[in-house]
């Protein structure tokens, strides 16, 4: 949501930037610091992944040209994520945040974040959507990636986002109250309706509002076909405009603990975020059972193809690969989540 007359700062006179202890001193005192694993722990299970999906394409002679590409390309994918948050640290403080990337601190103070954006899975089960980063941008313009693959990510998120969402949510209420247009992005909310893209709908009109999946579906007749499905990854302040959203429409079902925990504004809060933790525990179970169906699946193909045509076979690597990086990537969110 672009800065509304409301959330314009006070004009001041220019001049020189701010000495480093004076932005740290305004981030207040030290909440908490969280950080991805160790490299060579976060390396070891796409390795091993990777060395398997070679190794049983060996194991059943697969030709060197075709195991080695899809080796690397599964090497690839998993690590990718590790490598992109090599030397990333994000220390939580009372009033704003210290990020550390590359030896580089850069301070980022509540007060001065004007929008907030998800960046959410593609990949996602029963327990809906997952976050794999939010994305700060302060007044000035200037983006600030959070990776959420660190220590104790579900207290950093809820941190951040009652910071930054928060406030911005009470200004947002009661300017909409003064009946002023609120914009975000493509989509325009006032007290009458609701403008995607140029078309638009009546509060009134809207049967029923879905949040599901990282997405919101207004559906205006029956709940069949929505009439418009807004990605929670392309609106900015999407916490935000969700709780509008919940207002302002006669009936609305959340369904997904991707906002849930982080909308609420009330002492309910805790104990969602708890049950968000748990839901991705489940989340990453159902992952890994998935990926390891289709593993075996494609391993059984290969077998009995092999056994039965003997130099002749099929070499399903698209299951292979695929069941691989699935359960890799609920073990990842398993070990994430809460232990008893």
């Known amino acids: 949501m672009p800065g509304r007359p409301y959330r314009e700062p006070a004009p001041i006179d220019p001049g020189p930037a701010p000495e480093p202890t004076a932005a740290l001193a305004r981030l207040g005192s030290l909440r908490s610091v969280h950080a991805p694993p160790p490299l060579h722990r976060a390396l070891l299970g796409p390795i091993l992944i990777a060395g398997l999906v070679v190794g049983v394409g060996a194991a059943v002679g697969g030709p060197l040209a075709i195991v ?3 080796g690397a390309a599964t090497l690839v994918l998993l690590a990718w994520s590790p490598l992109r948050t090599r030397g990333f640290s994000a220390a939580l403080h009372a009033h704003g945040l ?37 994305r700060l941008v302060d007044f000035d313009g200037e983006v600030h990636r959070l990776p959420l693959g660190v220590s104790a990510a579900a207290a950093l998120a809820d941190g951040v986002l009652r910071a930054c969402s928060g406030p911005l949510l009470t200004e947002a209420r009661q300017a909409l109250a003064e009946g002023e247009t609120l914009t975000f992005g493509h989509i325009q909310l006032d007290r009458a309706g ?3 893209a140029g078309a638009r709908i009546a509060w009134q009109e809207v049967r029923l509002a879905v949040v599901q999946r990282g997405k919101v579906y207004l559906y205006r007749r029956w709940p069949i076909f929505s009439w418009r499905t807004l990605s929670l990854a392309r609106i900015p302040n999407p916490t935000v405009f969700v709780r509008l959203l919940m207002a302002s429409v006669p009936r609305v079902r959340v369904d997904d603990q991707i906002i849930v925990p982080f909308a609420s504004g009330d002492e309910a809060v805790r104990a969602q975020a708890a049950e968000a933790a748990k839901g991705g525990v489940e989340l990453g179970l159902q992952n890994m059972l998935i990926g390891g169906v289709f593993f075996l699946a494609g391993l059984a193909i290969t077998w009995a ?3 039965r045509h003997g130099d002749t076979y099929i070499l399903a690597y698209g299951p292979i690969l ?3 990086v699935r359960f890799y990537q609920g073990l ?7 232990r008893r």
């Open 305 to 307: 193809t092999y056994s």
């Open 98 to 134: 210290l990020i550390t990337q590359a030896g580089v601190r850069r301070p980022v103070a509540f007060e001065d974040v004007n929008e907030v954006w998800f960046e959410i899975d593609r990949l996602q089960g029963q327990a809906g959507a997952s976050l794999l980063a939010i």
């Open 322 to 324: 695929f069941g691989a």
């Open 68 to 70: 080695a590409p899809f």
């Open 332 to 338: 990842a969110a398993y070990r994430s989540g809460p």
């Open 194 to 196: 609701i403008t995607v």
